[in-house]
């Protein structure tokens, strides 16, 4: 019989987040994907949060959102879109931003983050780790 040493460490699947971007602006949405994906993400992409909930209704495995607050194609914004994921799954992270509307008091449900954009790519990345520790 052959020991087995304990010091070796224990092989964990390689399972990469997925992450939704609710972004209405087409440069913007690219640009966050593209930085999601360098970071080794898994993402999902919306044009507004309509969509955005057709597709967490088909796609059970999103972790985090992260989401613009104004989106006029949609029928709601942002923080409405943050309140019916929570509402929904509590098991999911919403990151918000903006460049123009701060949130009121009451506008960010529990388990929610705000950031004014433009935000930077290591910023991004580090709220999004933050609410995949808390899921």
Known sequence: MIPIPF????KKPDIRALILVVEDEAL????????????????MEAAHADEALHILAAAPDVQ??????????????GFELARRVREDRQDIGVL?????????????PEGT???????????????IRALLLQG
């Open 113 to 127: 983050y705000f950031v004014e954009k433009p935000v930077s790519p290591d910023r991004l990345l580090e709220l």
């Open 64 to 77: 985090v959102v992260v989401t613009d607050v104004e989106m006029p194609r949609g029928s709601i914004n």
């Open 7 to 10: 010091d070796i460490p224990e």
């Open 28 to 43: 913007v949405r690219m640009m966050l994907v593209d930085v999601l994906d360098d970071a080794g993400f898994k993402v």
């Open 96 to 108: 918000i931003s903006s460049g123009r509307v701060a949130p009121a008091p009451g506008d960010l």
